[in-house]
């Protein structure tokens, strides 16, 4: 089967830090995207990772270790507007894009 | 601005009445998708088109069937809404369904079944 993983929710406080783990097993892989959910919204895209290693784009940062089947993104100087959901998604070697359900951030002040 | 647009944003509809959901884009996309997602949980890819190639998801239900009269416009008809259909319904497109390419996303439609 394929499968992603996310955690559920995860809390943190305005102006700090917080890293969104996604671990995926797929049948091959052809690049990984974190997008962006807000509440009732559609996603919006956020970072694009094909190579081992990190890219960063402002405040959002991702990483990718294909031999480890690992992502992180990393959010940085978090604001109230960073509430959300973070989906992974993974594209597999037939040109399919698995979504994992998201993690839910919750930012308090 | 080029943009996924999808009326309506909410839709009511009954238990067995057929609905039609509307997705244009402006992008001049050749991929159009339908997805379906429910609460805290991952969009479901239900079918998506590759210009007027259509591509059924192989665990799409039947009750769910698709249009695309031409590059800008897609439906998503459901012929016979149940209960467990009551979701959001997500448009996305991509230029050429490339590995690379981002999708984006139209604000989505609520359906509602009661």
């Known amino acids: 089967g394929q499968n992603i993983d996310q955690p559920t929710e995860m809390t943190a406080t305005e102006g700090a830090i917080v890293q969104i783990n996604c671990t995926y097993q797929t049948s091959g892989f052809n690049g990984l995207f974190w997008y962006q959910q807000h509440a009732g919204e559609a996603p919006t895209f956020l970072s694009y990772n094909v190579l081992d290693g990190l890219e960063e784009k402002g405040r959002f940062s991702s990483f990718l270790s294909r031999s480890k089947g690992y992502s992180y993104l990393l959010l940085k100087e978090l604001q109230m507007k960073d509430s959300a959901s973070y989906l992974c998604?993974?594209?597999?070697?037939?040109?399919?894009?698995?979504w994992g359900a998201g993690t839910k951030l919750i930012i308090k002040p | 601005d080029a943009m996924v647009i999808q009326n309506p944003r909410y839709q009511v509809t009954q238990f067995g009445k057929p609905v039609t959901l509307s997705c244009s884009q402006t992008?001049?996309?050749?991929?159009m998708y339908w997805y379906q997602q429910k609460s805290s949980q991952a969009p479901k890819l239900l079918f998506h088109?590759?210009?007027?190639?259509?591509?059924n998801e192989a665990d799409t239900p039947d009750n769910f069937q698709s249009r695309r009269p031409n590059t800008s416009f897609c439906f998503l008809d459901i012929r016979s809404p149940g209960l467990g259909d009551a979701a959001m319904y997500l448009c996305?497109?991509?230029?050429?369904?490339?590995?690379?390419?981002?999708?984006?996303f139209g604000p989505g439609t609520r359906l509602l079944v009661l």
């Open positions: 992008l001049n996309h050749n991929v």
């Open positions: 996305a497109t991509s230029r050429e369904g490339l590995a690379s390419e981002t999708q984006y």
């Open positions: 088109y590759y210009d007027k190639d259509f591509n």
């Open positions: 998604a993974v594209y597999n070697s037939n040109y399919q894009l698995i």
